[in-house]
């Protein structure tokens, strides 16, 4: 089927905004002109594409079908055109990203001096907030997120697992007891991030445990969890990256090592559906996902060497 590029890509973008003319605005297209373009596209195919009222605009049973060959298609167009522009001229434009504040800040903006000076060519505008953006509508070419994806239509591409460990500080465990095991957590002042009530853990033999847990205090923010446990209150569940200096130093040190958090959340890059991904976004995504990888195995490794389970026991 012979079916021009930019009508394809407009439809994807009226599909996912429910508007034509802001999507057409994204092509630099009037409000009529973008009409007059998801018409022809309709007269080509021979079916009716949206239901157009004055509120919404919203896709017919056979729009919903063909914008899953349309996505396949602007898909394979990205791809090829990717490979093709490698090894072609310098990488330039303007990239936009948005990441969780806290993790952008200390594992994302330290490499962007390191990828301008690759890249002179590339400007990057970093939006950090932990709220959930609507990247489709809000214009983002990238979003680092850590968590468990829900069902969307935006494209995924896994960056690294994100490691949590229980840690707390030897004074505090040296005054409460260490946990010998999960159900031992229940006596012990937890941490817990948000409105948990229980944390579930799975041990060595592939047995999870779940236990209910309580402490003074909770909070909505990991590194304010981290700070409360440096202050001797309690055990937290924090990511490897937060904690890896302290667990170092000494001042945190790892709780129940054999068992592993669930769930097992890993760090995603999303990107808007059906967008063609120009090749500054590719090597951008490539940079950053390359050197996150390798910080993360490295912080493991030097944690896993230097901490000494609290019970005694080899380090894990």
């Not at 229980?166 to 505090?172: G, K």
């Amino acid at each position: 089927m012979g079916l021009d590029q930019k009508n394809l890509q407009l439809f994807d973008r009226v599909a996912a905004l429910g508007a034509i003319g802001r999507a057409g605005a994204e092509f630099g297209l009037s409000a009529t002109n973008a009409s007059e373009r998801i018409k022809a596209l309709e007269a080509e195919l021979g079916v009716t594409l949206f239901h157009r009222t004055t509120r919404a605009v919203t896709l017919t049973p056979d729009g919903e079908l063909f914008l899953g060959y349309a996505r396949r298609v602007l898909g394979d167009l990205e791809e090829a055109r990717t490979l093709l522009t490698q090894g072609g001229a310098a990488v330039s434009g303007r990239i936009k990203v948005t990441a969780p504040a806290t993790f952008g800040t200390s594992q994302i903006l330290p490499y962007v001096p390191e990828f301008l000076a690759l890249y002179p060519e590339v400007k990057v505008d970093i939006h950090f907030s932990d709220a959930v953006v609507d990247i489709v509508s809000e214009g983002y070419d990238l979003a680092f997120r850590i968590a468990e994806l829900e069902p969307s239509s935006l494209k995924a591409q896994k960056v690294d697992v994100n490691p949590t460990w229980l840690v707390a500080t030897p004074s505090y465990l040296a005054r409460a007891g260490v946990p010998q095991t999960p159900q031992e957590l229940a006596h012990h002042s937890c941490l817990p991030l948000g409105e948990r009530r229980s944390w579930q853990l799975k041990g060595p033999d592939g047995q999870v445990h779940e236990v209910r847990i309580g402490g003074a205090v909770r909070s909505n923010l990991g590194n304010a969890l981290m700070e409360l446990a440096l202050a001797d209150l309690g055990i937290c569940k924090i990511s490897l990256w937060q904690a890896a200096d302290h667990l170092r130093a000494g001042r945190l040190v790892r709780v129940l090592p054999a068992y592993s958090d669930l769930p097992a959340l890993e760090l995603w890059a999303l990107r808007p559906p059906g967008k063609v991904m120009p090749a500054r976004v590719k090597v951008f995504l490539d940079f950053i996902r390359d050197r996150i990888r390798a910080k993360n195995r490295t912080l493991a490794e030097s944690c896993r060497l230097m901490q000494a389970d609290v019970s005694g026991d080899n380090p894990v």
